[in-house]
T-cell receptor, first 113, second 111 residues
């Protein structure tokens, strides 16, 4: 599992509530990523981080924010959850920015009701 | 934007057969291509990574090739086993900070 832990693994939440997902890594990798996986769309990048306090948006970032206060932790927050954010969320890590292998966590299944 | 296509979407083969999974992409300016395996309800497991300058990589019964000029990669699985049943995803890194994924091929190996 390349030292990646996602929590929680499953969550059901109500529309309009804030939700925070956590990704924790033990490998001291610089780059961390949040993806969502939906049927018919594959995996799409939400946000990524290239260092402590350094983050940027991916292709589906609306409604999401992230924070990285420590190398090992990357948090994804749904500011006000909507049903369209029901998905499986994956965290990934990479040591370098280009050419390096990416490793993924086990995923968090989020259901917004 | 990079478009990644995997055909077929699903494939069933009898145990022992050799098979090829296909991945095509539109932008040849890539850093690398990575093949993953995903079991139902699980995360992604990295199988093979091919750098942009390489033509192929091998790991056990798996061999992946990369042809940037034609925008294609193949994953060859030799002597398939029921345990190979999973969804196989290809992903391309085209910039410093993203992987573009195909939607995968769901493989079923029938005992």
């Amino acid at each position: 599992d390349a030292g990646i832990t996602q929590s929680p693994r499953h969550k059901v939440t109500e529309t309009g509530t804030p939700v925070t997902l956590r990704c924790h890594q033990t490998e001291n990798h610089r780059y961390m990523y949040w993806y969502r996986q939906d049927p018919g769309h594959g995996l799409r990048l939400i946000h990524y981080s290239y260092g402590v306090k350094d983050t940027d948006k991916g292709e589906v970032s609306d409604g999401y924010s992230v924070s990285r206060s420590k190398t090992e932790d990357f948090l994804l927050t749904l500011e006000s959850a909507t049903s369209s954010q029901t998905s499986v969320y994956f965290c990934a890590i990479r040591q370098g920015s280009s050419g390096a292998e990416a490793f993924f966590g086990q995923g968090t299944r989020l259901t917004v009701v | 934007k990079q478009e990644v296509t995997q055909i077929p979407a699903a494939l069933s083969v009898p145990e022992g057969e050799n098979l090829v999974l296909n991945c095509s992409f539109t932008d040849s300016a890539i850093y690398n291509l990575q093949w993953f395996r995903q079991d139902p309800g699980k995360g992604l497991t990295s199988l093979l990574l091919i750098q942009s300058s390489q033509r192929e990589q091998t790991s056990g019964r798996l061999n992946a090739s990369l042809d940037k000029s034609s925008g294609r990669s193949t994953l060859y699985i030799a002597a398939s086993q029921p345990g190979d049943s999973a969804t196989y995803l290809c992903a391309l890194q085209t910039g410093a900070n993203n992987l573009f994924f195909g939607t995968g091929t769901r493989l079923t190996v029938i005992p």
